[in-house]
């Protein structure tokens, strides 16, 4: 049988590709171990974790629920894209500062999906980051330290506002 | 030494590669010619295997190979024992241990039948398809207690029973304490641990190179000296040959720490008969079958008190499902029996289980590791007691305490550790009073409860008190080196899952040397930096490998002084180590930086004298002659509500005792996140497995882990009693968070919904809405 390849064009942190896939090829897999951005983690496969959160135009999707094929023509935005430069962005930092991760797997996603939520309510609640939260699951840190990284970083973010 | 890291906040050096996807986890390891590897697994719980059929399989284009348990030739044995039973009198203990791949019988849903190695993990996935397993199924052996009736299938039978082991241990006479009894009360209770459910799962990937004869395999596991030995003796390889890697490890929490999961034992293998790289990563289905679980004991416990209150003794028998096999011996059973006793004075203890073999997955430690267990039996006892004496429940904890005046204090038993169960040190009345003021007990009891009841609100409190023995031997070490750029090397035996090992040994390290913590390189988790270890468990990193790393910096620090000395010709009383060098009292000019004495350290010329070696560097090893007990007090308010039976944690207070901390920041985090898996064990956890041992709810769509919604705020204060048994006096505090929910949860939910009144008692754990609403309709009605 052959394999059915599609052409894609993808943009993924700035950086265009031109890559031939299988239809049946997760996104998750896609980035990982075609693109070898393995900074976003897979945890469960299907989308409950939401350790594989990347930006898809600007908008947390979870990767391993995407096919690559579907990525054709789009942006993405990756862990590896968040700090261009290497200058931690300030939810990165706010969770260096807070202890918002202990063995950091699900992290990337975290960071991933709190950015655009930040993007989107500047100046959340404590309840309505947890709401916003309750789609990532962590197993080492009972959310608490993540919350209050988010808070912080949401200062931060309006400190930095011009 | 000018800075003083040890005992501060310090922010962790290892969150960096964490928080911008740079660090290494074993899935991120991409190998040139690297295949993948997909495991074929039971779909039945109990079968006899007629025929494995993967002739179909091998002609798929992309396959390599397909394996069945045949093909493993002498390779194929069953696994070793990983913890032998301790040396209790009297004991049985029938030894099973799990096998490669299933041969003549299969055991549990998931065990392995065959395994595929293709191009890549999406045909290796189709060609399991393409495989025909013919069984003979068997009725399976689910329920423990019918599991031992007669007439029952077995699970391994040549054992004629499901049997797994009997032990019976005890303290005082029982029997003469309960003679002198005001109270007895005798209760069944049913305690279920879940599954730890790391958000990484587990994977394994292994490269043969022939032309070296070397073997690299990066593993998630918690211990990797154990892997690198057991796999290199099995490989028939020198231990040299084998470089056992264990990176970044998302989450381990215990069954990362099994010897040796079917996987760990196949892939090398594969990788030297095909002569490439290999690899396989659990997917979350094969995760809820394929590492192992905690689960469920029932225990029959009565406790004997006098009218005041005072324990004079407790009686408990229970059965512990050890799942098919029983690599891990008693740990889990014992650990129980053990931290049943608490923190309490219980002059009379007769305790007696039986481990039971089952269809279901293998069980071994979960953070907390049948702790949990023991603490629900005896906190539910205590709460149940003192409704019966109409003494307050925080009161009847209270009188019970063990005094300060009376450690070491010996509980006359032996603990999972081989030595006899003896608390170390301990203050844990300061701890209680911690906690019940943060809670505002007595104004809840006397002011707020009412007001909530008045607005309808069914709002109550719960107090639970636990022990840990943690920090057990054998042993660990450490080497710690200054390099020649000034940084200074620390490489330690064990693994590291998230504790923050980087950075609280750092601290350790950098206030002995002088140097910022981040100039410290901490190395877990290779063979090839460091040789010898055990492993992360027990709540032992920080106790142990801790002290190691303490040791060997002191040694390194005396190294550096002395050489410091001979340079200028000075007395080592008046030189400083601070900043990362070596100054001359008084004269901050006259220096010397550490990396330059490092070099020194390792003359091109002249002779290194007799006695001394080259290098700044030390190897040391810390073996504590037994665990240190950490203590602690959980108090709780929740509100549950009466139609639906949700429940919202409304306050929840942690006051803890681990001796000495290394890390405030790192230690609240560790708490935090065992309390949150505590509560998804009290309320939200269940693996639900219907009467042929099938899993029900195996995605995490229908087992449900806690998310920021049910874990709430968690507030912490501490008592410091410092450990004797090591010189920085700490104990571990790894579980503890995870330990005394159950109960606290169970007796904050009586309270609130006042069952009591209503003859009603949750005697059981995991709880949830619908449960509640079956027990308190089944009593209703």
């Known amino acids: 049988m052959q394999p059915d390849l599609h052409d894609i064009d993808v943009t993924v942190n700035g950086t265009r590709h031109r890559r031939s896939v299988e239809g049946r090829m997760l996104l998750s897999d896609f980035l990982r171990h075609e693109l070898m951005l393995a900074g976003t983690h897979v945890g469960c496969e299907h989308g409950v974790c939401g350790a594989c959160t990347v930006l898809f135009d600007g908008l947390p999707v979870r990767s391993c629920l995407m096919f690559a094929v579907q990525a ?12 261009p430069g290497g200058e931690l962005q300030p939810i990165q930092q706010a969770m260096h500062e807070h202890h918002g991760l202990q063995c950091g797997y699900c992290t990337p996603g975290i960071l991933m999906t709190m950015t655009a939520f930040l993007k989107d309510n500047p100046e959340p609640s404590e309840d309505e980051v947890r709401e916003a939260l309750s789609g990532n699951l962590c197993r080492c840190t009972g959310y608490q330290n993540i919350v209050k990284a988010v808070m912080a970083a949401a200062q931060m973010r309006e400190g930095l506002a011009p | 030494m000018t800075t003083r890291f040890f005992g501060a906040p310090v922010k962790r050096n290892e969150d960096r590669k964490l928080l911008t996807g740079q660090a290494l986890f074993v899935d991120d390891v991409e190998l040139p010619g690297m295949l993948h590897v997909a495991f074929l697994r039971a779909q039945v719980a109990h079968a006899r295997i007629i025929a494995i059929d993967v002739s179909a399989a091998l002609k798929r284009p992309g396959v390599i190979a397909v394996y069945v348990a045949g093909d493993f030739g002498p390779y194929w044995q069953p696994g070793p024992l990983l913890v032998p039973p301790p040396p209790i009198p009297g004991i049985t203990f029938n030894q099973r241990t799990q096998v490669p791949l299933a041969r003549d019988k299969v055991r549990n849903v998931g065990e392995p039948l065959a395994i595929v190695v293709a191009e890549s993990r999406y045909i290796a996935e189709d060609a399991l398809d393409d495989i025909a397993v013919e069984l003979e199924m068997l009725s399976a052996v689910v329920d423990i207690e019918r599991a031992l009736q007669a007439g029952q299938p077995c699970v391994h039978d040549d054992l004629g029973s499901n049997v797994a082991a009997h032990v019976h241990q005890s303290k005082g006479n029982y029997r003469k304490a309960a003679a002198k009894a005001d109270l007895i009360l005798k209760r069944r209770f049913y305690y279920e641990h879940g599954i730890s459910s790391p958000i990484e799962t587990r994977g394994v990937v292994a490269q043969w190179n022939a032309r070296s004869q070397q073997m690299t395999i990066w593993d998630t596991t918690q211990a990797p000296v154990f892997i690198r030995n057991g796999l290199a003796a099995m490989l028939g390889l020198g231990e040299r040959q084998v470089r056992v890697i264990a990176p970044f490890v998302g989450g381990g929490f215990g069954p990362k720490i099994m010897m040796f999961y079917p996987e760990e034992v196949a892939l090398p293998w594969i990788s030297m008969r095909l002569n490439r790289p290999v690899k396989w990563i659990e997917d979350r289905l094969e995760h809820f ?112 305490l063990i005094p300060p005046d009376a450690f070491p204090f010996d509980n006359e038993i032996i603990y999972q550790d081989f030595q006899p169960l003896q608390y170390d040190s301990g203050n844990y009345e300061p701890v209680l009073d911690k906690a019940l003021a943060a809670i505002g007990y007595q104004d809840f009891i006397g002011r707020v409860q009412p007001a909530f009841r008045n607005q309808g609100r069914t709002v109550g409190i719960a107090v639970a008190c636990y022990v840990e023995g943690t920090g057990i031997g054998p042993y660990e070490g450490a080497k710690v080196q200054v390099q020649s750029n000034g940084k200074v090397s620390v ?165 803890h005792d681990c001796g ?82 159950g109960p606290l949860i169970a007796q904050a939910i009586e309270d609130a919904l006042d069952l009591k009144r209503r003859k009603i008692e949750l005697l059981e754990i995991p709880l949830s809405p619908s449960r509640l609403f079956e027990l308190i309709r089944k009593v209703a009605t």
Not at chain 2, 358 to 376: D, E, K, M, S, W
Not at chain 2, 675 to 695: R, S, T, W
């Open chain 2, 491 to 655: 490489a330690t035996g064990i693994g590291t899952q998230g504790q923050g090992h980087f950075t609280s040994f750092a601290q350790i390290v950098a206030d002995a040397l002088g140097v910022d913590v981040t100039e410290v390189d901490i190395v877990t988790g290779d063979t090839d930096q460091f040789y010898w270890g055990a492993g992360t468990f027990a709540s032992r990193g920080a106790v142990v490998a801790g002290n190691a790393i303490n040791e060997a910096a002191h040694a390194v620090r005396k190294k550096a002084l002395k050489l410091a000395s001979d340079l200028f010709e000075c007395s080592e009383d008046d030189l400083v180590l601070a900043d990362g060098r070596v100054s001359i009292t008084g004269i901050p000019d006259k220096f010397i930086r550490l990396g330059e004495l490092a070099q020194r350290a390792n003359p091109m010329r002249g002779a290194v004298k007799p006695g001394t070696e080259p290098g700044l560097e030390s190897t040391q090893y810390f073996g504590p002659s037994g665990g240190a007990t950490a203590n602690g007090v959980h108090a709780a308010i929740v509100e549950v509500d009466p139609l639906t039976f949700d429940m919202k944690i409304l306050k929840y207070v942690v006051a």
């Open chain 2, 289 to 400: 079958f394929a590492t192992t679980h905690e689960r469920g004991q029932i225990h029959d416990a009565e406790i004997a008190l006098t009218r005041d209150g005072s324990i004079l003794g407790v009686k408990d028998v229970f059965l512990h499902d050890t799942g098919a096999y029983n690599p891990y011996g008693l740990t889990v059973p014992i650990n129980s029996q053990c931290t049943l006793l608490g923190p309490y004075v219980i002059p009379a203890y007769d305790s007696t289980f039986t481990a039971v073999f089952t269809n279901l997955p293998i069980v071994t430690p979960y953070r907390g590791a049948g702790r949990q267990h023991g603490v629900f039996v005896i906190e539910r006892l205590l709460d149940l007691a003192a409704h019966e004496l109409g003494i307050d429940p925080a009161e009847i904890r209270r009188r019970n």
């Open chain 1, 72 to 83: 054709g023509g789009h942006e993405l935005t990756t862990i590896e894209g968040l700090a």
């Open chain 2, 660 to 741: 000495t901390v290394i890390n405030p920041m790192i230690l609240e985090g560790q708490i935090q996140g065992g309390v949150a898996q505590g509560i998804g064990n009290a309320f939200y956890e269940k693996l639900c497995f219907d009467d042929q041992g099938q899993l029900l709810n195996a995605s995490l769509a229908d087992y449900l882990l806690p998310t920021s919604l049910e874990v709430p705020h968690i507030e912490l204060h501490h008592t410091v009693t410092p450990s004797p048994l090591n010189p920085l006096g700490i104990k571990g505090a790894g579980e503890a968070g995870a330990i005394p929910v």
